[in-house]
């Protein structure tokens, strides 16, 4: 194979949400550099949204919330580990990003007056936006970076991360999954926009590609800036989501809890005062759903027919198109009954938990010149519109470090390092093959690491994951696309190890089901109110250690830490005294 070589100031990885915005930014702050967006399917149907979006979940409309009201939202939503200066910097430039959106033709609902109609499903705030028509949001943001002038590359797997001597980001190495074609991508900054570490656990379906996530998120961003040698943090606090039984997709609170649908146990009574997405949520989900009230169920039979075919014109079009056809399968309707709902596989993502790449709040990680935007950088919460904002963001900054910047230079034992790796399964064509090595892995997880989480089990599992790592070796492939399914299984893997030991490192519970230990049940502030965070050390083992919570800017009473503490109907209060805000 033939390597084939770019020079950019600028490579952004992953067409995503994230990465469109990114894109089409940093091209308008480069307008004669180089901006190189590089996609492993096709950007027009690619990222966690594939087509579009029925709603922004965390929109701060002004005469609706501020800043400081969001900032203190996801603080309790995520226990008080949060970056506030990282939250703050989206809660800032979210609006403007909406009033572009809107500029672009991104429909979203509005009132007779033309305001924006802003909804409540969060614990306290209002910060959903709905969008009912958000089916071509994907389409715009397509049609906009081909306007721009952006360089895209469809169909293109990056690998790696490329260094320099000084340790700065140079480029990516990586490879067409058509031809196998390698190629070393150098430019002055990369942006990784990989979305989440979907493919972690396996669904209860026991499909691989069966996920809540887009199946094509294998945590792909999450090892390249592991390897580099970026910081992560908050990789212990899984993303659990509730989902339709049998359906890898959401009941869609945001939705439905707008318009008068709710959660409810199979007496038909609520048992939670929040249907908002937060660890604490899950956990009484979880309680719930394994009690004798179990199972669970949404409940939309009391609601007018007008109202039901709002939300089924809204949800079977845009983000799950099939849900329609699932329910007629089974014979039921939203008047006359009850969705019945579960559990989500566990995965690593940001944008609906706090596991990701950490950033600070310009999008820069701890590697000079690596950038993270969207759900796999660490902005907790940060959903669609959070993607988007970042996604900016890091442009900005991406596009004023590479006007001061030269090219850097890369080490060629490490590019060919990298090409062999890459490629080994091909001279395997008869080895392991890439759908059970990840079957293996991901029953592994579902195994050891699903909460509620024990040291024992977690344990066990990181010695599973470790052998896992030399099987690697034994994987084959017979064609470029499973040789970018072989890259995957890495992917994964590393994932699965950092989950594994950011687990065992924290020796507390917290964010609800996201963490919950069953040999360490109680919240310990006093130790463990930190960041956790992992990186790759010098001799190549995974180094884990806390970093502080930076001082709030946005101050935080006792009672405000502890406000999604009580999400249960029958408990009401929460016993755990919250820590003096830092």
């Known amino acids: 194979m033939d390597d084939t070589n770019t020079e950019a100031d600028v490579i952004i990885v992953g067409g995503g949400s994230a990465g469109a915005t990114a894109a089409i930014r940093a091209q308008e702050r480069l307008p004669r550099g180089r901006v190189v967006l590089l996609e492993k399917a096709h950007v027009k149907r690619s990222g966690a949204i594939a087509i579009g979006m029925d709603g922004l979940n965390n929109a701060i409309i002004p005469g609706h919330a501020t800043p400081e009201q969001y900032v203190k939202e996801i603080t309790m939503a995520n226990d008080g580990i949060v970056n506030q200066r990282a939250v703050m910097a989206y809660a800032v430039a979210s609006y403007a990003m909406i009033e572009q959106l809107d500029r672009w033709g991104v429909k979203f609902q509005k009132t007779e007056s033309g305001d924006f109609d802003v909804k409540k499903v969060h614990h306290q705030g209002r910060y959903v936006l709905p969008m009912p028509e958000g089916y071509d949001l994907k389409k715009i943001l397509t049609r906009l970076i081909k306007r721009a002038g952006?360089?895209?590359?469809?169909?293109?797997?990056?690998?790696?991360?490329?260094?320099?001597?000084?340790?700065?980001?140079?480029?990516?190495?990586?490879?067409?999954?058509?031809?196998?074609?390698?190629?070393?991508?150098?430019?002055?900054?990369?942006?990784?926009?990989?979305?989440?570490?979907?493919?972690?656990?396996?669904?209860?379906?026991?499909?691989?590609?069966?996920?809540?996530?887009?199946?094509?998120?294998?945590?792909?961003?999450?090892?390249?800036?592991?390897?580099?040698?970026?910081?992560?943090?908050?990789?212990?606090c899984f993303q659990i989501n509730p989902l339709i039984k049998d359906y890898n997709g959401p009941a869609c609170a945001y939705v439905t809890g707008p318009l008068g649908g709710h959660t409810v146990n199979a007496r038909g009574d609520r048992f939670i005062q929040s249907d908002y997405w937060s660890g604490q949520m899950m956990l009484e989900f979880y309680r719930e759903l394994h009690s004798s009230n179990g199972p669970v169920y949404l409940k939309l039979t009391h609601l007018a027919p007008e109202t039901l075919e709002e939300i089924e014109r809204v949800l079977h079009r845009t983000e799950r198109p099939s849900r329609g056809r699932f329910h007629l399968g089974r014979g039921h309707q939203y008047a006359t009954d009850r969705v019945e709902m579960h559990i989500s596989e566990i995965g690593l993502c940001s944008g609906h938990s706090?596991?990701?790449?950490?950033?600070?709040?310009?999008?820069?990680?701890?590697?000079?010149?690596?950038?993270?935007?969207?759900?796999?950088?660490?902005?907790?919460?940060?959903?669609?519109?959070?993607?988007?904002?970042?996604?900016?963001?890091?442009?900005?900054?991406?596009?004023?470090?590479?006007?001061?910047?030269?090219?850097?230079?890369?080490?060629?034992?490490?590019?060919?390092?990298?090409?062999?790796?890459?490629?080994?399964?091909?001279?395997?064509?008869?080895?392991?093959?890439?759908?059970?090595?990840?079957?293996?892995?991901?029953?592994?997880?579902?195994?050891?690491?699903?909460?509620?989480?024990?040291?024992?089990?977690?344990?066990?599992?990181?010695?599973?994951?470790?052998?896992?790592?030399?099987?690697?070796?034994?994987?084959?492939?017979?064609?470029?696309?499973?040789?970018?399914?072989?890259?995957?299984?890495?992917?994964?893997?590393?994932?699965?190890?950092?989950?594994?030991?950011?687990?065992?490192?924290?020796?507390?519970?917290?964010?609800?089901?996201?963490?919950?230990?069953?040999?360490?049940?109680?919240?310990?502030?006093?130790?463990?109110?930190?960041?956790?965070?992992?990186?790759?050390?010098?001799?190549?083992?995974?180094?884990?250690?806390?970093?502080?919570?930076?001082?709030?800017?946005?101050?935080?009473?006792?009672?405000?830490?502890?406000?999604?503490?009580?999400?249960?109907?029958?408990?009401?209060?929460?016993?755990?005294?919250?820590?003096?805000?830092?």
């Open 150 to 236: 952006v360089r895209v590359t469809n169909r293109f797997a990056a690998t790696r991360v490329l260094l320099d001597d000084r340790g700065r980001a140079g480029g990516v190495v990586g490879f067409d999954v058509r031809t196998g074609e390698v190629a070393v991508l150098r430019s002055k900054t990369v942006i990784l926009c990989c979305g989440a570490s979907g493919r972690l656990g396996l669904p209860a379906s026991g499909y691989l590609y069966g996920t809540y996530e887009n199946p094509s998120n294998a945590g792909d961003g999450y090892a390249m800036a592991y390897h580099a040698g970026a910081e992560l943090t908050g990789i212990e």
């Open 354 to 582: 706090a596991s990701g790449v950490w950033v600070n709040e310009h999008g820069e990680t701890t590697v000079p010149g690596l950038y993270a935007a969207g759900d796999m950088a660490c902005v907790p919460h940060n959903y669609l519109l959070g993607a988007l904002t970042y996604g900016q963001i890091c442009a900005d900054s991406a596009a004023l470090y590479a006007v001061q910047a030269d090219l850097p230079p890369v080490d060629g034992d490490q590019v060919e390092m990298e090409r062999k790796r890459v490629v080994a399964p091909l001279s395997r064509p008869n080895g392991v093959p890439h759908h059970q090595y990840e079957y293996k892995v991901r029953r592994l997880v579902n195994d050891y690491l699903q909460p509620p989480k024990t040291a024992n089990r977690m344990a066990q599992g990181l010695e599973y994951f470790a052998r896992l790592r030399d099987e690697l070796d034994e994987v084959g492939a017979t064609d470029p696309h499973e040789m970018m399914r072989a890259v995957e299984c890495s992917f994964i893997r590393d994932c699965a190890e950092m989950a594994a030991r950011a687990s065992l490192f924290r020796t507390e519970s917290r964010w609800g089901l996201y963490h919950h230990r069953l040999d360490y049940p109680e919240m310990n502030d006093a130790e463990w109110f930190v960041h956790v965070n992992l990186r790759k050390a010098p001799n190549g083992e995974m180094q884990l250690f806390k970093r502080p919570v930076d001082p709030y800017i946005v101050p935080m009473s006792r009672d405000e830490l502890s406000g999604y503490r009580g999400l249960s109907v029958s408990d009401g209060d929460s016993t755990h005294v919250a820590p003096a805000a830092p």
